[in-house]
């Protein structure tokens, strides 16, 4: 049986080590290689691969070489305004319901992901680079493709502050239908399109959005930094009324943008319930997530700057100037889900008296005990467990695996600046980035190794800081009295990225506290999986809990 390779995968039915010891040293010299030719003429062309080869593969021991094809990808910025750096990525998918350049990271499971192809491009200017074996995923060549109908797009990402592929001034082609499978391809993409500059959305009598420059993040990062938030009013508020209310400060999933409260006033149950006449009048400011290495955590970070500070001197005090926030320690919440439930339990315990109550659901592990599955002080590797199983990232509520920490991993590296996965602006970079200590690049050290996995100890150890459930008994007898009372949880049994067993170790040490005791709430719902609570938890239970520890001062 016999596959012709054109752009799809080929089958092998000998190990690669044993297949290759039947080609000649030119044909594995063919076989390794993909190239991206830059030219200049008066535009910027780049010939993304050029490839020459043709197989044939016989069930059996023997690979037999056939007459050679050729694909190639031609890559135009025809109106560039000067030389870019950036990463450039080609993105092929099957679906169409969307362009290939909103895909890139839409599934680290190697079966669904959008097979995408990136390189770091500096000064473009007609130099000629390599693709390195980790550029692509989850194929590492475009002869892996499987045959049938690919949309498939070029982007070039630029923006140095936001680390969304879908930022301000990133260049990208429009998208094109290809059938793999039919031979030869040549394919050629112009970078004619431009994401437009950020506009903030419009107001709305209950709904507000902010953009101000941050002085502190400015200087940290030697370039023009802005923080973002929306503001939700209650309806009751009259301007000019001298009327102030207790403010909660809500936090984003991983990367979630100032601008989802807008999908909130879609949503019927919450509006049925702010609007009524009876609901505690408060203010709802959606903190925005976005940095230059992924999501901030909204923290002060040694590599991702001073957000917390930012937050604390910059913005929360301009917003408590421009709406009616009763800006004291009592009135002040935090709550958030995911990555916002990590943020809101941080932000409460390490600054205890600053705010009166954190609503901590579906958390990031607070322990690194339990990152995930893995225990980055006693385990050697991130990707394989002591008893040699490859460890899973994610589950569906049954249980069922879906991808690995390993796929993930590989994913966040084709994404990210130098193909390292600390620069992909994704899950594990960003942990990396708000735990971490900087390179001489200003780049997070990563904690363990992106291609085996093996843990670096005294990375893992410089992380100690960042562990909750270690800061919180060595800090008690020093803020027990601030906290007490102020923590609530909510985790499902069935979280979908394992992170149940780092809530649980925190809740253990914290049922130790006394003098005074800790008295938190840790809600656990059975068969439930990450941040599937429903509105009534997520927003109207916290409300309502908000408003009578509010009123209790």
Not at 297 to 318: I, K
Not at 479 to 490: H, P, R, Y
């Amino acid at each position: 049986m016999c596959t012709r390779l054109g752009l799809h995968a080929p089958v092998y039915s000998t190990p690669v080590p044993a297949m290759l010891g039947h080609l000649t040293r030119c044909e594995i010299n063919v076989l390794l290689s993909l190239r991206i030719v830059y030219e200049v003429p008066r535009r910027l062309w780049m010939r993304l691969s050029t490839l020459v080869i043709g197989f044939s593969c016989v069930l059996g021991l023997s690979l037999q070489t056939l007459q050679a094809e050729v694909t190639e990808i031609m890559i135009a910025l025809p109106d560039a305004d000067a030389s870019q750096t950036g990463r450039l990525f080609v993105v092929f998918t099957k679906d169409t319901r969307r362009e290939p350049r909103l895909s890139i990271s839409d599934s680290p499971a190697p079966r669904d992901a959008s097979p995408f192809f990136a390189v770091d491009v500096e000064n473009w200017d007609g130099s000629t680079i390599e693709f390195q074996p980790d550029a692509g995923f989850p194929i590492q060549s475009v002869m892996e493709l499987g045959s049938g109908t690919w949309q498939v797009q070029a982007l070039l990402d630029v923006n140095q502050v936001l680390s969304d592929l879908d930022s301000p001034g990133n260049y990208y082609s429009t998208p094109q239908s290809i059938e793999v499978g039919s031979g030869s391809q040549e394919l050629s993409f112009n970078l004619s399109e431009r994401v437009p500059e950020e506009m903030l959305p419009e107001d709305t009598d209950l709904l507000k959005f902010v953009r101000i420059r941050s002085d502190l993040l400015s200087e940290f990062y030697d370039q023009d930094m802005y923080l973002r938030a929306s503001v939700l009013l209650p309806p009751a508020y009259e301007q000019g009324s001298g009327d102030s209310y207790p403010v909660l400060f809500h936090v984003a999933g991983l990367n979630g943008r100032y601008t989802r409260s807008q999908r909130l006033m879609n949503d019927s149950e919450f509006m049925e319930y702010w609007l009524d006449d009876s609901t505690p009048p408060a203010v709802i400011v959606f903190l925005d997530g976005e940095s230059p290495y992924g999501d901030s955590y909204q923290m002060n970070s040694a590599v991702s700057g001073p957000y917390t500070d930012a937050n604390f001197t910059e913005l929360f005090p301009y917003l408590a100037e421009q709406f009616p926030i009763d800006d004291i320690p009592t009135s002040r919440f935090v709550t958030g889900c995911s990555t916002g439930g990590w943020v809101s339990m941080a932000l409460q315990i390490l600054y205890p008296d600053y705010f009166n109550g954190a609503y901590s659901l579906s958390p990031d592990s607070p322990s690194f005990r339990a990152f995930q599955l893995v225990n980055l002080y006693d385990d050697d590797n991130a990707f394989v467990s002591a008893s040699g199983m490859q460890r899973p990232s994610a589950r569906s509520t049954n249980g069922d695996p879906r991808f690995s920490i390993a796929d993930e991993v590989r994913l966040e590296a084709v994404m990210g600046r130098g193909g390292s996965y600390v620069n992909s602006g994704a899950q594990w970079g960003a942990w990396n980035a708000v735990y971490g200590q900087p390179d001489e690049n200003g780049d997070p050290i990563p904690v363990w190794n992106q291609a085996t996995g093996e843990i670096n100890p005294a990375v893992a150890n410089s992380w100690r800081p960042w562990d909750l459930e270690i800061y919180v008994k060595e800090n008690w007898s020093r803020m027990g009295s601030d906290l007490t009372g102020k923590l609530q949880f909510w985790m499902g049994d069935m979280d979908n990225y394992y992170l149940t067993n780092g809530l649980r170790f925190l809740e253990e040490s914290l049922n130790l506290m006394e003098a005074p005791a800790a008295n938190a709430q840790f809600n656990w719902l059975p068969y439930h999986g990450h941040c599937g609570f429903g509105t009534q938890v997520h927003y109207i239970d916290v409300l309502n809990d908000m408003a009578v520890r509010a009123a209790a001062r």
